[in-house]
């Protein structure tokens, strides 16, 4: 049974850091495609980040781009997604996620396989 089981957020200032993590069971993540994606309230999902199985490719979204990182430990299984200069504008449920193909149309969620359940990221101004 896949289980991806994100850890890390809470509540932090503007301009402040945060780093999220995402354990992974069930699936060697060197064979995945692993992203994160976010949902505000009101809001659709939207992709965040991805990292190709190496992890030697990453595409992100506009907005985060220049702030956020993305890495892997594939030894570990685990995903990171670690936030700088955070903006109250990234409040929101992070999503860990796992694609069997490459790191192509990451910006569709349906095309991702499995998800985690999500973490709160609240930045207050």
Known sequence: QVQLVESGGGLVQAGGSLRLSC?????????YTMGWFRQA?????????????SGNSRLYA?????????????????????M????????????CAAKFTSLVNVAVFPNWDYWGRGTQVTVSS
């Open 23 to 31: 354990a992974a069971s069930g699936l060697p993540i060197s064979r």
């Open 41 to 53: 309230p009101g809001k659709e999902r939207e992709f965040v980040a991805a990292s190709s199985g």
């Open 62 to 82: 506009d907005s985060v781009k220049d702030r956020f990182t993305v890495s892997r430990d594939n030894a570990e299984n685990a995903v990171a997604l670690q």
């Open 84 to 95: 700088n200069s955070l903006k109250p504008e990234d409040t929101a449920v992070y999503y």
